[in-house]
């Protein structure tokens, strides 16, 4: 027969080893550099309007709660926009739902090595809700680095895609925009470098325990919610480790570069994991979505509630790693193939 004694330990320790896990959820480096602000190449208030135009003139946008016309309405403005930039835009479509959707491409081929290819992503669609921060900061950031991108000259051939269906029912199923994109490019067998996905990246704060993590992340990283996060699988390391070094040569916004196995909760939560079933090496720059954001998937996720001026710093840095990965032309001469950084 058990004994109370035992029953009465046993829930003790359980009730400690929950505090302790629970504790570990919450960032513990106090220390870490807050953002020092300066000027940016990238203007928050352009951000800001592109954010905007999608949460508030457009709104939610999906295939279901009477929202249909105006994801046709989110697609209509990003071509728009890729159009007025100079590129020519390409679909691909297919039937979800018994409704033909679409991902949205834009193309800047490369001079010396157009068969290498670099991914720019992020989704348009929402989870019935404004979607500010999710994902129309992704989609302001993909405008962002294309406008960036076409009047220079690269190596490499960079696709800047707006993926559809990325949020639930169709998230890590097959009518997700970014499974059947990367499905197509396997098939067709596409030498893809590295896909970029940005997901929620406006959301900033300085205040004091901010930062939220799975458990056993925490005590290793900051306290406060004022850094964008790369993540990546271990397959994709080299490219994060080369990613993280041209973000930091071009911004000073904070950057937390993380490898973690896709059990995970949150690393494989957006298109990035549908490149990595494919066998492309990819990372997500992401605000850590709801281990920050209080207004994840709820109607609050609004414009005012981002911050431009860091969400611009992270731009700066974007351009970096795109200027870097598509191996840009300098004095005269494209830079080499693409080759991990030794650190």
């Known amino acids: 027969m058990i004994s109370k004694k035992y029953i009465w330990n046993l829930l003790r320790f359980t009730a400690a080893a929950f505090l302790a896990v629970k504790v570990t959820t919450l960032g513990w480096n106090f220390m870490s550099p807050a953002y020092t ?34 994801l046709r309405r989110t697609e209509a403005y990003i071509t728009a926009r890729l159009r007025k930039a100079g590129y020519k835009v390409e679909f691909q479509e297919y039937l979800s739902s018994g409704v033909k959707v679409k991902n949205i491409i834009a193309v800047k081929p490369g001079a010396a090595a157009p068969k290498e290819i670099i991914i720019v992503g992020a989704h348009y669609d929402t989870f019935n809700n404004p979607g500010a921060d999710d994902d129309a900061s992704g989609i302001a950031g993909l405008l962002e680095l294309a406008e960036y991108a076409a009047p220079g000259k690269y190596g490499r051939t960079i696709k800047f895609t707006a993926f559809v269906n990325e949020e639930p029912p169709f998230f890590r199923e097959a009518g997700m925009g970014s499974v059947v994109y990367a499905k197509a490019a396997a098939a067709r067998k596409e030498n893809i470098k590295a896909a970029l996905i940005l997901e929620m990246t406006g959301y900033y704060t300085e ?53 973690l196995p896709t059990f995970v909760e949150g690393i494989d939560y957006s298109d990035h994991a549908s490149f990595w079933a494919a066998g492309y090496p990819a990372v997500m720059f992401t605000d850590t979505s709801f281990y920050r954001n209080p207004n994840y998937h ?40 693409f080759t991990p950084k030794k650190r």
Not at 235 to 259: C, G, M, Q, Y
Not at 300 to 319: R, V
């Open 298 to 337: 709820k109607r609050s996720d609004l414009p005012p509630t981002l911050n431009y001026t860091y969400m611009a710093a992270f731009l700066d840095g974007m351009k970096g790693v795109l200027d870097d990965l598509a191996a840009a032309e300098k004095n005269g001469r494209y830079l080499g193939a």
């Open 37 to 70: 602000g300066g000027p940016t190449r990238t203007r928050p208030e352009k951000l800001s309007a592109t954010v905007t135009a999608l949460a508030v003139e457009i709104g939610p946008r999906d295939l279901y709660n009477n929202n249909r016309a105006r």
């Open 207 to 259: 205040a004091s325990v901010s930062q939220r993590y799975p458990p056993l992340i925490g005590p290793f990283f900051p306290g406060r919610g004022n850094f964008i996060a790369q993540v990546s699988n271990f397959s994709s390391r080299a490219l994060a480790r080369r990613a993280d070094a041209a973000f930091k040569a071009a911004s000073s916004l904070p950057i937390e570069t993380v490898s």
